[in-house]
Each structure stands twice: as structure tokens, then as C-alpha cells.
């Protein structure tokens, strides 16, 4: 599968933005979906995933409670929906696919990408 996010930019502090990844192949259904960012000189972590069906989603501390992940299978997108948004948030964000069930957090666990989408939020 091919992903391709779009949807980032530059906000204020507090501000709210959706991200959007539009997935390119017929099992995108079939597949469980992450968001992850990378910060400049940091490791690439994980922001919030989704299963297949789209019932079970699991977030890191640093955005639970403001991001909210969600997807439409029917039209082969997932969603990063971010709210309250902090000078920390920023980073480049990616989109990345899983082909095999239960949790994941690593990088390695997934094995297709998007190319990122950078979000900065000043201050």
C-alpha cells in the first residue's frame, strides 16, 4: 500500500488541525494504521494507532486526550485529528501501515510510509 499525508502546516498555540492519509491499494480495510512524528534530532515515536475496523485505537501520553485518530475505510483515508495543540506537537508527522494484527509501537513494526507532513506550532 502507498500512503500519502497531507494537512500540516504552521498554527499558534492552542489551535487545532487534522491530518489526513490517503492510503492507494485494495486491502487498506485489511490493514492496521499509525501516525507517528519525528522531532528534529529525535527518534521517530509513536503518536496513535488504529486496527483494521477502526474499533480499537491506543494514543501516547504526550497527546492523549487532545488527538483523536479515525479512519474511513470506505474512501481509504485515516485522520489525525489534533486539538489543543503545543509548541512540543512539533514535528514531521507520518503516516505508516501494518499488515498484521494486535498493538505496535515500533517503527519497524510497520512496512509502508507516507512522507511526512510537518506541523510547527509556535508559541
Known amino acids: 500500500v502507498q500512503l500519502q499525508a497531507c494537512g500540516g502546516g504552521l498554527v499558534q498555540t492552542g489551535a487545532s488541525l487534522r491530518l489526513s492519509c490517503t492510503a492507494s491499494g485494495p486491502t487498506f480495510s485489511d490493514i492496521a494504521m499509525g501516525w507517528f512524528r519525528q522531532a528534529p534530532g529525535k527518534e521517530r515515536d509513536l503518536v496513535a494507532t488504529?486496527?483494521?475496523?477502526?474499533?480499537?485505537?491506543r494514543y501516547s501520553d504526550s497527546v492523549k486526550g487532545r488527538f483523536t485518530i479515525s479512519r474511513d475505510n470506505a474512501a481509504n483515508v485515516v485522520y489525525l485529528q489534533m486539538n489543543d495543540l503545543k509548541p512540543e506537537d512539533t514535528a514531521v508527522y507520518y503516516c505508516a501501515a501494518r499488515n498484521k494484527p494486535g498493538y505496535a509501537s515500533l517503527p519497524s513494526d510497520y512496512v509502508s510510509w507516507g512522507q511526512g507532513t510537518q506541523l510547527t506550532v509556535s508559541s
Open positions: 488504529i486496527s483494521f475496523g477502526g474499533l480499537n485505537t
